[in-house]
């Protein structure tokens, strides 16, 4: 099993940036692909981006995509959503998830999630 704990988050107002960390322990964090998700108040909870077991290579909702970079540091069993040109939009629950199959931006393609961090972000 792997272990993911998330923080990093707050509140900024809209236009600025944050960095949400995600710290995985347990088994080898090398062999997880690691994906980040968000769920805002009543809404279902959504992709946001994935990152292969190497950092090789990313996706990203297109509603993110060249606001957000996700990254990973297999050596520190860390991995990282930077998030860039915040807006009100992006305020909700983020979580940190990680999974040893294959690609997946659903819900159901990850097993291991953390408790999640709020982001806030203010108009």
């Known amino acids: 099993q792997v272990q993911l704990v998330e923080s990093g988050g707050g509140l900024v107002q809209a236009g600025g940036s944050l960095r949400l960390s995600c710290a995985a322990s347990?088994?080898?964090?090398?062999?997880?692909?690691m994906g980040w998700f968000r769920q805002a108040p009543g809404k279902e909870r959504e992709f946001v981006a994935a990152?292969?077991?190497?950092?090789?290579?990313?996706s990203y909702a297109d509603s993110v995509k060249g606001r957000f970079t996700i990254s990973r540091d297999n050596a520190k069993n860390m991995g990282y959503l930077q998030m860039n040109s915040l807006k009100p939009e992006d305020t909700a629950v983020y979580y940190c998830?990680?999974?040893?199959?294959?690609?997946?931006?659903?819900?159901?393609?990850?097993?291991?999630w953390g408790q999640g961090t709020q982001v806030t972000v203010s108009s």
């Open positions: 347990g088994r080898t964090f090398s062999n997880y692909r």
């Open positions: 990152i292969s077991r190497s950092g090789g290579t990313t």
């Open positions: 998830t990680a999974n040893s199959r294959g690609y997946s931006d659903s819900v159901l393609g990850y097993d291991y």
